[in-house]
């Protein structure tokens, strides 16, 4: 049995709905689906999760919010109208989204929630609904019915363990199972969503539940590339990853898989293959325990934007039992989470997502570390960008990093940081945000 996950490009119009049904149609293993919601049906389009959000913020904000609503339910009439689906469906899609509104009219992150998850929903709904009137038997199974449990986290749910005894009882039930993306339900009954891009996650909770031989993740790529298309044209095709790999290089900006939804496959080793739904014959790439990386000891380089750097210096800091510590516990008290701290004897820098120091946040970190820590001095360095070579093969090939700084240098892009972790499956380049396209074309052409 696999279990199928089609991203929101996968699902976006009609014309992806019936490449879709072709899909799981086309191999009777492919018993659970998991959908997304309609995502962009060209470059410039706006998902619906955007569109919802945005709905969901005008009603907060007390604002008209009439016209968001019309353009919601106006995306899933334009599916219902193509596919000749029932119009029925579509009246109840209006009435659950007008329904959550007046619900949750002083509950402001239970709406958000709500209304995100109602992208999902509505669509897994709707593909149900098309295969059925395909002639095959197929049910909408709501995450609630299905056991998908989990921490009452809006936006950033966790999936509770014992969900997966209960998913497994899915297997009993006849037909093709759609089940929505991107949410769960809190032990006290609310609709709470994963964080943005979630139903990945929804995918790999419901393979490993149902313990899937595979489990297919549907994009609008033929395969997972070395170097985010958008940077180098055409850059090569990765036949196999490891989990390890793909988790860092996920984190690191392959936005293409989300990088929580390994966790659940990965324990009970189930491989995944992302593949094309515009290109299903193409082979995709396969996620695995273990690869052959003799042959290119890289995989792949990733990268993304958005993050700064604290910098403290002080005399005499490696003597300081407990400096990190309560360095790092200013961050905390902060709720700000922190990527790497590269440190040397007398100086420590830690790098996390600039966006969390916004408002008077900035001010109190500073304030904070410079009268509690009783620093040289503290600055922070803004508009960097994090780079991210990650490759198993690494570990045991030697000039990896010179290559690297040939290539930086090469490129004229001044390297701001060097971290590399214990496990040596990544090494990481810190850089002004800036250079960042320059720095990985030039990487890209040392390594592949
Ligand atoms: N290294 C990479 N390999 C493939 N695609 C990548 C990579 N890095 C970024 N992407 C982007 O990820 C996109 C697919 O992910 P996403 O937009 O989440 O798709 P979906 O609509 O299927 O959820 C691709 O269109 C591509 O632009
Ligand atoms: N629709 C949600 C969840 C998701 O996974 O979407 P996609 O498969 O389009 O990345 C989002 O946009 O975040």
């Known amino acids: ?27 009777d293993a492919r018993k659970f689906v998991v959908v997304s919601a309609p995502g962009k049906r060209c470059k410039d389009d706006t998902k619906i999760t955007d569109l919802l959000i945005t709905l969901a913020k005008k009603v907060i904000e007390h604002d008209i919010y009439e016209g968001v609503l019309a353009q919601v339910v106006a995306r899933y009439d334009e599916i219902v ?20 509104i007046d619900t949750y009219d002083d509950q402001p992150e239970r709406l958000l929630d709500a209304l995100k998850a109602s992208g999902e929903d509505n669509n897994a709904k709707l593909m149900a609904h098309y295969l059925r009137q395909l002639g095959y038997e197929a049910h909408y199974v709501n995450p609630k019915d299905a056991g998908i449990f989990v921490t009452d986290e809006p936006g950033n749910a966790q999936i509770l363990p014992e ?20 949410f769960g339900y809190s032990r006290s009954g609310h609709i709470v969503t994963f ?9 790999s909770i419901v393979a490993a539940g149902v313990g899937a031989e595979l489990y297919e993740n549907f994009t609008d790529v033929d395969s997972i590339y070395c170097v985010n298309p958008s940077i180098v044209e055409h850059p090569c095709q990765l036949k196999e990853l490891t989990y ?5 290089l996920s984190y690191a900006g392959f936005s293409v898989f989300h990088d929580e939804a390994l966790e659940p496959v990965y324990r009970r080793g189930i491989p995944v293959c992302v593949k094309n739904t515009n290109n299903p014959e193409a082979p995709g790439t396969m996620i695995v325990a273990t690869r052959d990386h003799r042959e290119r000891p890289v995989a792949g380089i990733a990268s993304d934007t958005g993050f700064c750097s604290i910098n403290v ?28 701290t590269p440190s040397g004897i007398d100086n420590m820098s830690v790098i996390l997502r600039e966006e969390q120091l916004a408002g008077d946040v900035e001010r109190r970190v500073l304030d904070r570390i410079v ?25 045991r ?14 490129a004229n892009v001044n390297i701001e940081m060097i971290n590399q972790g214990s496990s040596e499956v990544s090494m990481m380049f810190g850089v002004k945000a800036d250079a960042v396209e320059k720095a990985v074309r030039a990487l890209y052409e040392v390594y592949f």
């Open 1 to 27: 049995m696999k279990v199928a996950k089609f991203g929101g490009s996968s699902v976006a119009n009609a014309q992806q709905f019936q490449k879709v049904a072709n899909i799981i149609t086309a191999d």
């Open 313 to 340: 210096s002080k005399y005499l800091m490696n003597r300081e039992i407990g400096f990190g510590r309560r360095l790092l516990q200013i961050l905390e008290d902060e709720g700000i989470s922190y990527e790497h």
């Open 371 to 395: 009268t509690e820590l009783r620093v040289d001095e503290v600055s922070i360095e803004r508009d960097l960008a994090l780079i991210m070579v990650v490759g198993e093969g690494m570990e």
């Open 163 to 182: 969900s997966y005894e209960q998913l497994a009882k899915l297997k009993e039930r006849s037909g093709i199972l759609v089940i929505p993306g991107f």
């Open 244 to 248: 390890r790999e793909m988790r860092e």
């Open 195 to 203: 964080p943005r891009g979630g139903s990945d996650i929804t995918g």
């Open 81 to 100: 109208t193509d596919l000749h689906l029932s119009r029925d469906i579509l009246d109840v899609i209006s009435a659950s989204l007008q329904q959550m």
């Open 397 to 410: 090939s030697v000039g990896i990093a010179a290559k690297a700084t040939a290539a930086f240098a090469r």
